[in-house]
């Protein structure tokens, strides 16, 4: 089998408030941090015991994970199983970065987000060079709000030109024309974030080829469909893989739609889909969105 998996476990707490975050924050107890920390090596040990399956792993934690030392730890040992395809996870980049020593960068992967506020513009750069001189695969990505596209400006000129600076459009924003033509000039993507997109109905690659997983196990298709497929540790989900069509009306988070087999985004991320890395410079200029897209809110 080649599956892939969004692993989110209990981890709430995070170093940064960033005013526009939708995720309910905490400041998790040490009972709490000890339930994550268990929950997350349980599920390392069942990913490095799977050896007759090819298996992709996207960390997304509500809080920030690569500040807590069992998730170095398990993304860097994770990285060395031949039958891990590639290890990734969402991260404010806020942690230091030399246990990426421990890690193989030819699997390993990080999905990072600048937040104007919460760090220093210059710390924040001097971390995604040393990235770069690792040879670690990264991506980099900013909330499209307006306070942001200086910064944003900013950043897309100073790094080198093959990293990849996504937008994300920003929670409860509706952009006019001008708005997202400035956007789509840093990221030639920005059009799929801008909108929800339609997907009741519509085949998605969740639930047969990736799933969703809980700390405790728990499986559904993705992490916006609640029904149950099983539990991972049981094996009761392998028999509820299957090709199935999206159950809700609209599909708004990236995580999410980039797996809607109507949307060329495998192509245009072939081999870095976990971590937002296309396979090419996105060219500049509109994208040409397949099929129809709902107006509206978006993701963060």
């Known amino acids: ?56 792993v996207l960390f997304t934690p509500w809080g920030e994970g690569l500040v807590r030392s069992w998730y170095r730890r398990t993304l860097a040992e994770l990285s060395h199983q031949p039958h891990i395809r590639r290890v990734a996870i969402q991260t404010n980049l806020s942690c230091r ?10 699997t390993l992967a990080l999905w ?42 900013r950043l897309r000129a100073a790094l080198p030109e093959h990293v990849y600076l996504w937008i994300n459009a920003a929670e409860a924003h509706t952009y006019t024309d001008a708005e997202a033509d400035a956007w789509t000039a840093l990221d030639p993507l920005f059009p799929y974030s801008r909108h929800p997109h339609t997907s009741a109905g519509l085949p ?29 540790y049981d094996g009761t989900y392998r028999a509820a893989l299957r090709p199935r069509p999206c159950p809700l009306a609209v599909c708004d988070c990236h995580i999410g739609y980039v ?34 897209g709902a107006a509206g809110a978006r993701e963060v």
């Not at 709490?32 to 490095?48: G, I, K, S, V, Y």
């Not at 971390?127 to 596209?149: I, Y």
């Open 1 to 56: 089998m080649d599956l892939t998996l969004l692993y989110r476990g209990p981890l709430a707490s995070c170093d940064y408030d960033c005013p526009y975050c939708p995720f309910a924050k905490r400041r998790d107890t040490g009972d709490q941090l000890r339930a994550d920390r268990a929950a997350l090596e349980r599920f390392a040990r069942w990913a490095a015991d799977q050896s007759g399956d090819r298996l992709s």
């Open 97 to 106: 970065t030399d246990w990426l020593a421990e890690a193989d960068a030819d």
């Open 112 to 153: 990072c987000t600048y937040h104007p506020g919460q760090t220093r513009y210059d710390r924040f750069l001097a971390k995604c060079r040393d990235l770069g001189e690792r040879g670690v695969r990264f991506s980099v990505g900013v909330v499209g709000l307006p306070e942001h596209l200086d910064e944003a400006r």
């Open 204 to 232: 998605c690659r969740t639930g047969e080829s990736v799933i969703s997983v809980d700390g405790d196990g728990a499986v559904r298709r993705c992490h916006f469909v609640r029904t149950p497929l099983g539990n991972l």
């Open 259 to 292: 797996h809607l087999e109507t949307l060329p985004l495998y192509d245009v991320f072939a081999g870095g889909v976990l971590e937002r890395v296309p396979a090419a410079v996105p060219p500049s200029g509109p994208v040409d969105l397949p099929g129809p």
